[in-house]
Nanobody
Framework: QVQLVESGGGLVQAGGSLRLSCAAS????????MYWYRQAPGKQRELVAG???????NYADSVKGRFTISRENAKNTVYLQMNSLKPEDTAVYYC???????????????WGQGTQVTVSS
């Protein structure tokens, strides 16, 4: 009853920028922290950035100073602005959100389907 849909991935040259979006919809009562993760081929999924409902953020060391996470609570949407992209940023990017269902009143972690980001050298 809760869906997360990412958009904004694509192919970009090194040094370029992309903006990812992730919109949550469905039976949502409340959203706590929202995250962006990524998974490169042959590697484990890793946390890229997180943002609390009050706007506190944290970043992986590898993206600090280049990526910015933000959210629009009224739209149940989280963004990831990615600048100065490098080939090593190539991965499938996933959003995750801690959501309380308005249907069950229970908290749960929900994932999007992922969006491919490819950075060419």
């Amino acid at each position: 009853q809760v869906q997360l849909v990412e958009s904004g991935g694509g192919l970009v040259q090194a040094g370029g920028s992309l903006r990812l979006s992730c919109a949550a919809s469905g039976s949502i009562f409340n959203i706590n922290t929202m995250y962006w993760y990524r998974q490169a081929p042959g590697k484990q999924r890793e946390l890229v950035a997180g943002i609390t409902s009050s706007g506190d953020t944290n970043y992986a060391d590898s993206v600090k100073g280049r990526f910015t996470i933000s959210r629009e609570n009224a739209k149940n949407t989280v963004y990831l602005q990615m600048n100065s992209l490098k080939p090593e940023d190539t991965a499938v990017y996933y959003c995750k959100a801690r959501i309380r269902s308005s249907y069950t009143a229970l908290w749960g972690d929900y994932w999007g389907q992922g969006t491919q980001v490819t950075v060419s050298s």
